[in-house]
């Protein structure tokens, strides 16, 4: 089945700087990489996504990248703020399944 | 738009009790997902509905796990009798399409 790693598992920067969250996956069929945000206390929460067919998508502050070939996406985070600071996962699922399968998730502190 | 609904948020019980968490999905959605999520992890399916129907119950530990979906909207998962590693958080999902999930915020179980 579907495997997902994610790294760093912490991950600490200064206001104003950059934050990368890299993920590998294993099924070569995956097709739709999702990636959440949880704050303490509450459920994750999506916050951008990319399709096999696109190599890169971008919202704002945030852009997610996908190498198809190295099985490799990475969540990119510019000009971060206080806010920013959660739990960020990486995920993976085939088209048309519904069986998402999550990373073990990034602690990303935003130190002001 | 009202999210996932939770209850209760938080539950203690003592080991060989049992327990019951209540979901109520976004109106309209049709699919409602059960997560495992473990201190410092990724949430982990436990089971899948469409509808009424137990679509994907492959990750529910069946011996102890039970749960269901009358008339297709509200949901409750059951634990009986729990065990100490059943401490956890459980997260109810729900979804329109099979890619966008709208997370609860979560039971959080401890098991004494």
């Known amino acids: 089945g579907e495997n997902v790693e994610q790294h760093p598992s912490t991950l600490s920067v200064q206001e104003g700087d950059s934050a990368v969250i890299k993920c590998t996956y294993s099924?070569?069929?995956?097709?739709?990489f999702p990636w959440y945000k949880q704050e303490l206390g509450k459920g994750p929460q999506l916050i951008i996504d990319?399709?096999?067919?696109?190599g890169e998508k971008k919202d704002q502050r945030i852009a997610v990248t996908l190498n198809k070939t190295a099985k490799h996406f990475s969540l990119h985070i510019t000009e971060t703020q206080p806010e920013d600071s959660a739990v960020y996962f990486c995920?993976?699922?085939?088209?048309?399944?519904?069986?998402?399968?999550f990373g073990a998730g990034t602690r990303l502190f935003v130190k002001a | 738009e009202a999210g996932v609904v939770q209850s209760p948020r938080y539950k203690i019980i003592e080991k060989k009790q049992p327990v019951a968490f209540w979901c109520n999905p976004i109106?309209?959605?049709?699919?409602l997902y059960w997560y495992l999520q473990n201190l410092g992890q990724g949430p982990e399916l436990l089971i899948r509905?469409?509808?009424?129907?137990?679509?994907?119950d492959s990750q529910l530990p069946k011996d102890r796990f039970s749960a269901e979906r009358l008339k297709g909207v509200d949901s409750t998962l059951k634990i009986q009798p729990a065990e100490l590693g059943d401490s956890a958080v459980y997260l109810c999902?729900?979804?329109?399409?099979?890619?966008?999930?709208?997370f609860g915020p979560g039971t959080r179980l401890t098991v004494t």
């Open positions: 990319i399709r096999s067919n696109v």
């Open positions: 995920a993976a699922s085939k088209n048309g399944g519904f069986k998402t399968i």
């Open positions: 109106s309209g959605h049709n699919t």
């Open positions: 099924d070569s069929a995956s097709n739709y």
């Open positions: 509905y469409e509808n009424e129907e137990a679509v994907d």
């Open positions: 999902a729900s979804s329109v399409t099979p890619n966008e999930q709208y």
